[in-house]
């Protein structure tokens, strides 16, 4: 098996919402076996230059972009900016994403749409526009994030699972129309992370904390550098001809019903 397989020399990828958090390990992890990262958040130009600076600091060639993922204008703009001044996009890892945890019957319908606006419209609206020069060049991978939520329910956060599960479908109605171009489109679900999005959830003592530990076969949170591996198979020649599929990585939480609180 080669390891040439795994290589991403001279790919150019780019990762949205990838200044923090498991956007940022995994285009670190990219990174690392070649790539050259697009780096693109939507919070301050200044949050950009700071995470470009840690990639470049770790010895991976970034270039920041910032640019709203939910705005179409913007994402052709910035698309066309990317193109021009490194060249074609050959790997997007549609990763930016926010949650809102409330429960559905007291969630406005503002709130409720702006979670599926960025969690869900915002993948297809830039994968529309970077898939293009990958038909004219029959080549390209895309990664969407998905989540525990794609396949699975919990309370107040309804607006994030039907923006996750309607994900997944995309995924696979990606794959299904692009394959014949030589383009394999594929998801990432991670399971629980210690990120800053888990962060309220994840304090000691947190009954929510306890609970995870409890229902993940591996007993502990996900570490943002246990994605990597798997961005760089579904970004890689080694994934040529996987389409479609969610890949978890969740520490067995998906496998399980579960156990009572008081069994080992
Ligand atoms: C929550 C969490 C989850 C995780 C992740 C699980 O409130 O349940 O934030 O949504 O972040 O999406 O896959």
Known sequence: MSI???NLKGKI????GS????GMAMAKGLGKAGAIIVVNGNSSQQKIDDAVALYKSEGIHAVGYKFNVADESQVINAISDIQSQLG???ILVNNAGIIKRTPLE????????QVIDIDL??????SKHVVKSMILRKQGKIINICSMMSELGRNTVGAYAAAKGGLKMLTQNMATEWA???IQTNGIGPGYFATSQTAPIRVDGHPFNEFIINRTPAAK???PDDLAGTAIFLASKASDFVNGHVVYVDGGILATIGKPSNEN
């Open 13 to 16: 990828a780019l990762v949205t």
């Open 106 to 113: 007291e969630m406005e319908v503002a709130d409720f749409k």
């Open 88 to 90: 074609p996009i050959d």
């Open 19 to 22: 200044t923090h958090g498991l």
């Open 121 to 126: 419209v915002s993948p297809f609206i830039v």
């Open 180 to 182: 014949k171009h030589n």
């Open 4 to 6: 040439e397989l795994f």
């Open 221 to 223: 949170w996900g570490d």
